[in-house]
């Protein structure tokens, strides 16, 4: 289990964090946690200038507050980097069409054609629209036939341009879907990619729910700094579980999930079986003192898509059968097959 930072340095923060959001009365969750890390680290000049405003007015830190200061720089962060990055696509667009005011009688056909493309980048506008805009912009560029070395310059440079913007927008995109401890998707991206899996998904779809067995007394004993640790090598290993087309989310503090495009409940609680046998099998060690661990366990639910079902129906299957796994005796596997079963 590694990390970009040392672990006495990580350490080091994490002895500054928790006191100072005991003292100021805020619940140590991942969401809070986040934002104080990123304050005693000194990593974010605004997010310190913020907090110490707070505190300079004594104002208390509500539960509003505490989303507010998440929302604004872990989330608005990337929002506001998408915005910047559409309006300077806009300005490309629009400048083509200055240049093209000059130019000779394809300038109108080219005009319209820019055009629409400008009206595509609605605030709204998914990444894969945008890659669609880029390709009409370029194909239509390479088809205007002008004279002078210097015009055909400019618009290389121009096309240049917009695909470093698309790859930037891409990437935006990208961070603001993942989870920034694990490296797997988000519980927003978790949300848009089962949306999506469903609607693109030919076949039988299903869903593991997993959840870390005990994980707040392993937490207890070795601390947080190393639960973090634990849980970004969990992320690790169950992705390597899963095959190419699946997608791995964590969408709670120690709760991850795993979306099974083109696979029925059968098949899905054998992937399930293998993903849990895999990780109890699996020996955790710090790093810095090659000290044991131990082993983590999890239990799974496993729950399969019905045509034209609600996507919380879903979830709330998959759910139940998590939980039936837990209070079977934990380290097991559950279909929603076995729920029903039971309140027969």
């Not at 605004?46 to 509003?64: H, S, V």
């Not at 698309?166 to 920034?180: G, I, M, N, S």
């Not at 993903?275 to 131990?294: D, F, H, I, V, Y």
């Not at 496993?302 to 139940?320: H, T």
Request: proline share 3%; hydrophobic share 35%.
């Amino acid at each position: 289990m590694k990390d970009t930072e040392s672990l006495e340095e990580t350490a080091r923060y994490v002895r500054l964090v928790l006191p100072l959001m005991t003292k100021h009365a805020i619940p140590i969750i991942p969401k809070n946690y986040t934002t104080w890390y990123y304050y005693v680290s000194g990593k974010n000049k605004e997010l310190q200038e913020t907090i110490d405003a707070i505190i300079e007015k004594k104002e208390p830190f509500t539960e509003k507050s505490n989303e507010m200061l998440y929302e604004r720089f872990f989330v608005e962060q990337y929002e506001n980097t998408l915005n910047v990055i559409r309006e300077n696509l806009q300005e490309t667009l629009l400048s083509i069409l200055r240049e093209q005011a000059e130019a000779n009688a394809q300038s109108e056909m080219y005009e319209s054609s820019a055009l629409k493309c400008v009206d595509k980048l609605s605030v709204d506008t998914p990444a894969s629209v945008i890659k669609d805009v880029m390709l009409e912009v370029i194909v239509a560029t390479r088809e205007i036939r002008r004279a002078g070395e210097s015009t055909q310059q400019r618009l290389r440079e121009t096309k240049e341009n917009m695909l470093v913007l698309q790859k930037e927008f891409e990437q935006a995109k990208t961070e603001l879907l993942v989870d920034f401890l694990t490296g797997v998707l988000n519980r927003k991206g978790f949300d848009q990619t089962l949306k999506r899996s469903v609607s693109e998904t030919t076949g039988p779809l299903s869903l593991l729910f997993v959840d870390v067995d005990h994980f707040k007394k392993f937490n207890d004993k070795h601390g947080h700094i190393v639960g973090d640790e634990a849980l970004r090598f969990m992320a690790k290993n169950m992705q390597k579980s899963v095959k190419g087309s699946d997608f791995t989310a964590r969408i709670g503090g120690e709760e991850f999930a795993v979306i099974l495009p083109e696979t029925p409940l059968l098949g899905a609680r054998t992937v399930a079986e293998t993903l849990r046998a895999s990780l109890a099998q699996l020996k955790l060690e710090k790093k810095s003192k090659s000290e044991s661990l131990g082993t983590i366990t999890v239990s799974i639910g496993v729950a399969q898509y019905r045509p034209g079902e609600s996507l919380e129906n879903l979830i709330n299957r998959a759910d139940k059968a998590l939980y039936f796994a837990k209070n079977a005796g934990r380290n097991r596997v559950a279909t929603e097959s076995e729920v029903t079963n039971q309140d027969q």
